[in-house]
């Protein structure tokens, strides 16, 4: 558990993260983390961007066009942590499905 978090609003600790990998060019997974078994943010994204994989928080589009975060850390060093964990859960879970598959496709001998 990570926690996060100052003298002012108390620690925060990340208890859950779920990964939910998808097969497109440049997103590679949503995920959800919940913080103190109590509080979760939902569509986090995992995108693979020019300089390697990194988190973008859940956003909504605007009627401009533009896209809005709707839940964002307001310190570096809140998503540098959420971000760590998402793409540490990430890799695990990526690592998990490649086992699955291998297994999956090796032949049972009798």
């Known amino acids: 558990m ?3 978090g100052d003298t002012e609003g108390g620690v925060m600790e990340v208890t ?3 990964i939910f990998p998808v097969q497109e060019e440049r997103l590679k997974a949503y995920a959800t983390i919940t913080f ?18 990194f988190v973008a928080m859940p956003s909504k589009k605007r009627k401009d066009g533009t896209y ?13 942590m959420i971000e760590s964990r998402v793409l540490d859960e990430y890799h695990k879970e990526i690592q998990k499905n490649k086992t699955q598959i291998i297994d999956s496709q090796t032949p049972i001998s009798k």
């Open 16 to 18: 859950e993260v779920r």
């Open 68 to 80: 809005r975060d709707t839940a964002h850390p307001l310190n570096n060093q809140t998503r540098q």
């Open 2 to 4: 990570n926690p996060i």
């Open 36 to 53: 103190d078994n109590c509080f979760v943010i939902r569509d986090l994204k995992v995108i693979n961007g020019n300089n390697g994989l």
